[in-house]
């Protein structure tokens, strides 16, 4: 091998390097960074992958990322309901079922019943004296269960449409409640580690956020990458109306201006190593998958820091939803009482 191509192939290895390097940012927190920020490590493992390989160089020990689940069966599950709706609003099943009596009868009692019991969850969780019933996570898992299962039976009591003036109301209650229950979910997901985890802490995800701007080196191959992120980064955390009222619209506001901010970057390093691809063979050689570990980093960055901005809005949100869902559930109970004694009275 001649002398004059010792040059580039040093610099070629020396750009893998850095690749694979790259591509372990904020998918593995090192043994004593972890010890420092360890109430986030669960965190800094759900926002980055795994990495795909372990690198060359003399890194410390660091601790892999969690393996995801090969079936997401919370998905598997709204897959099957989408489906169990649409047969139900497809198939004449009024030929089938009828409210007044029969299965149809069953299924109204079914589903009435089921949501009574839903508002055993709420006193569980206020009434210490309730804890041999069980644990309170294990009670939301079920109370989120039966809001499925409770308005599907009514819906199929209803054969999917609508009768008396005293059954419109009922039926419309209900399904306020179910889609008022959904919306919850979605923002409960986003102030709690997880759907079934503890409260999440303003602290922990800028803690998160940090320890991912820790790890950012080896990015000179993208000249002022580092600098641009951390603008970006900035705008989003300033981004949005800051009033309390308007502060409700935050994370829309935010969550549209990561995705600008994102673009932008994208834009950024797909010009900047197409420029220096012209100028080195070794860059060239590695550009693709260069682009491919600072997008991903770009990626992890951006997703911990919009977290950490739009953190006051959902709590802001799920509080004003909290205090409306409370009283659409007594509004369906005295709406449920009067049907029935509606139904079976006159």
């Not at 599950?77 to 030929?95: C, D, H, K, M, S």
């Not at 009434?127 to 039976?153: D, E, K, N, Q, Y």
Request: net charge positive; proline share 5%.
């Amino acid at each position: 091998m001649s002398s004059h191509e010792l040059p580039g192939l040093q610099e070629r290895s020396e750009l893998e390097v850095r690749r694979v390097r790259l591509g372990e940012l904020g998918g593995a927190v090192s043994a004593s960074q972890a010890a420092r920020i360890r109430p986030v490590t669960a965190l800094a493992r759900r926002t980055a992958p795994a990495a795909s390989s372990a690198a060359p160089s003399s890194a410390s020990p660091a601790i892999p990322a969690a393996s995801e689940r090969a079936v997401n069966w919370g998905r598997a599950g709204y897959l099957v309901l989408i489906a169990v709706l649409v047969l139900g609003w497809r198939l004449p099943t009024e030929r089938y079922l009828t409210p007044t009596r029969g299965v149809g009868y069953a299924l109204g009692i079914t589903g009435g019943s089921l949501m009574l019991v839903l508002l055993l969850y709420s006193a569980r969780k206020h009434f210490s004296w309730l804890a041999f019933l069980g644990p309170t996570p294990a009670w939301f898992r079920f109370h989120m269960v039966l809001g499925i299962l409770g308005p599907l039976c009514i819906l199929f009591h209803a054969n999917f449409s609508t009768g008396a003036p005293n059954s419109n109301v009922a039926l419309f209650c209900m399904l306020t409640v179910a889609g008022s229950g959904f919306i919850g979910r979605y923002l409960y997901a986003h102030i709690h580690h997880g759907l079934y985890g503890s409260k999440l802490e303003l602290a922990e995800l800028q803690a998160g956020a940090a320890g991912l701007r820790e790890l950012s080196g080896d990015m000179d191959f993208v000249p002022d990458m580092v600098q641009r992120l951390e603008a970006a980064e900035q705008h989003l955390l300033a981004c949005g109306p800051q009033a309390s009222l308007l502060g409700l619209v935050k994370p829309l506001a935010i969550a549209i201006a990561a995705v600008r901010e994102r673009w932008r970057l994208h834009r950024y390093v797909r010009r900047a190593l197409r420029a220096g691809a012209a100028k080195s063979p070794a860059l060239a050689a590695e550009r693709k998958r260069l682009r491919r570990a600072a997008r991903a980093y770009i990626d992890r960055r951006l997703k911990a820091s919009q977290r950490v901005a739009e953190f006051a809005g959902y709590e802001r949100l799920f509080s004003l939803w909290h205090a409306l869902h409370i009283p659409l559930i007594f509004m369906l109970i005295i709406a449920a009482v009067v049907h029935v004694i509606a139904v079976n009275v006159y």
